[in-house]
């Protein structure tokens, strides 16, 4: 019976290692933090929603077996393609039991939170998002209840034209987008790209 356990999670280990190892080749190990117009240009489906739940479970992907973490949004308002009222987005990496595959600069949510993503490919790509945690915008409330654009890396969203390089413009005025800014620039961009 411990044999059989040890070999277990010996196989286990070996096929995360292996899978890990692979996936750098397969998905590709460099995020490359891309452009506001290549963010809204790219994604299949752009949404403003709240993280609902979320949970890891064992998939075959690409013939190899692999943990999965679905995450479930309720969309409040889509900027781009189609979507039911709750989506539910594919990523790799997660924990079942006691096995754990972590997989760098995966995005993570927390129930409640909300968002605006940008995604691409859900299901076929390591991530759903665009350059894995570029392709997440958290929102947050400020005193006034006015809610602001936040990347991942904590900075507030000032311009849109900042997504994507190392240091952001000069400006006097530093004010965070608003939700409602930053996603009329979305639609901005898709109206111009249409004419």
Known sequence: MICQTISRR???????????LS??????????????DQLVESADLIFTGQTRSQRSEWRNIGGQKSIVTLVSFRVSAVHKGRADSVVTLQFLGGAVGDVTLD???????????RVVLFVQKNGANASPLIGFYHGKFSLQSDATGRETVWKHDGEAVMDVL?????KPTA???????????FTGKVREHLSRSRE
């Open 171 to 181: 400006r006097s005025a530093r004010v965070p987008l608003s939700n409602e800014e």
């Open 23 to 36: 996936a750098g080749r397969g998905f590709g190990a460099t995020v490359i933090a891309p452009s506001f």
């Open 103 to 113: 997989v760098s600069d995966m995005p993570k949510f927390r129930k409640g939170e």
């Open 162 to 166: 900042e997504i994507g390089r190392s």
């Open 10 to 20: 010996w196989i286990y280990f070996c096929l995360i290692v292996f899978f890990t």
